[in-house]
């Protein structure tokens, strides 16, 4: 099942920090290296110019413009949204990622995220193939504090419910879905609607346990609220 919505509150913080840092990151090599960043810069018709910050087609503002503009708006802006994209599918897609953990899981995106990221070039701006080398280390480590924070965060807006059954007793259908025998991660303090289908020739009720709560505990067809982990069981 796994919820959209969490994985979106917990991507804010998350996608902020790696688009954040990955940038920070590209303007201070950019700045430790600047005299090769400035030779590079010069072999471009529109930079090859001499002069100050502020004197146009100079490299010295082409890199002006780099460290102040471009990086820190469209860079970061192009990060965060692939950053925030894989949150939100994370939230949506979490139950079916393999993986026993939350960290666990959370590390397999985020790998997949970084091998994505490195195919569309989207490690920033270098100017050589040490910053290159140096950038794609930094996104590594980066994704890995992404992984981090997804799987506390998630953890913080989600909540785990197991569902049972009770031989013959038929299948648990949580908002359509037949979820028996399996446990699934909802939204806290969300809502859903349950039903009991198959046989139910000795169906007595919904049994519960932890954070669930079922509005009627005696009708085949009810509502149950997920405050905590715990387990919903059809007797």
Request: glycine share 10%.
């Amino acid at each position: 099942m796994g919820s959209a919505l969490a994985g979106a509150k917990a991507g804010v913080v998350a996608s902020l920090y790696f688009a954040g840092s990955i940038s920070l990151f590209n303007i201070l090599l950019l700045v430790a290296f600047k005299s090769q960043a400035l030779s590079y810069l010069q072999t471009f018709s529109t930079c090859s110019g001499s002069g100050p910050v502020g004197v146009a087609g100079s490299a010295e503002n082409c890199l002006s413009l780099l460290v102040l503009e471009v990086i820190p708006i469209d860079d970061f802006v192009r990060i965060g949204v692939v950053a925030m994209l894989f949150a939100v599918a994370i939230g949506l897609y979490y139950d079916y990622l393999p993986g026993p953990t939350y960290l666990r899981r959370m590390l397999l995106i985020a790998l997949v995220m970084l091998v994505f990221m490195l195919f569309l070039d989207l490690y920033g701006v270098v100017t050589s193939v040490t910053q290159e080398v140096l950038m794609i280390i930094f996104e590594g480590v980066a994704a890995l504090v992404y992984a981090i924070i997804m799987a506390r965060l998630y953890r913080r807006f989600t909540r785990e419910v197991e569902f049972q059954t009770v031989p013959p007793a038929g299948k648990v259908i949580v908002d359509r879905r037949n979820l028996t025998g399996k446990k699934r991660t909802f939204k806290t303090n969300s809502k859903h609607k349950i039903e009991a289908a198959g046989e139910l020739k000795t169906f007595k009720g919904w049994l519960v346990s932890g954070g669930v709560a079922v509005d009627d505990p005696k009708g085949v067809s009810t509502s149950m609220t997920v405050t905590g982990d715990g387990l919903l069981k059809l007797a």
